[in-house]
C-alpha cells in the first residue's frame, strides 16, 4: 500500500519537477482521501499511505513557495468499490465510480 500510494506520487514528483523547475511552473495533483486526515478502523495501511501523500504534498509546497509549483490534494467522495463495502455508510451517500472518475478528468 505504501510503494503503490505514496511512492507513485514520490516518482511522479521525482519524474516531473526538474522540468517544472526549469519552467518556473506546474501544478501537481495528488489523489488522497479523507481517512488520510481522521483515520478509520480496519483501513489503517491504506490511511497511513494517504496521510503521508498529505504531508508530501504540504512538505513540497514550503519547499517550492515561490518558485512557480504547486501542489494539491483532492479527496474524491466515498465511493461504491469493494474496498468501500464494509464502511456503515448507506449505498445512497456513495458516489458511482464512473461519476468520480468523470468528475476527476
Known sequence: MID???GG????VEAVVPVM???KLGKICFTSSGVGVSGYTN?????SSKGAIEALAKCL????????ITFHIMHPPL???????PFPVPK?????????????V
Open 4 to 6: 503503490v500510494n505514496f
Open 9 to 12: 506520487a514520490a516518482n511522479l
Open 21 to 23: 523547475k526549469k519552467q
Open 43 to 47: 483501513v489503517c495501511y491504506y490511511a
Open 61 to 68: 509546497n514550503i519547499e517550492y513557495a515561490g518558485g512557480g
Open 79 to 85: 465511493t461504491v468499490t469493494k474496498s468501500s463495502s
Open 92 to 104: 445512497e451517500f456513495k458516489a458511482s465510480p464512473e461519476k468520480v472518475g468523470k468528475s476527476f
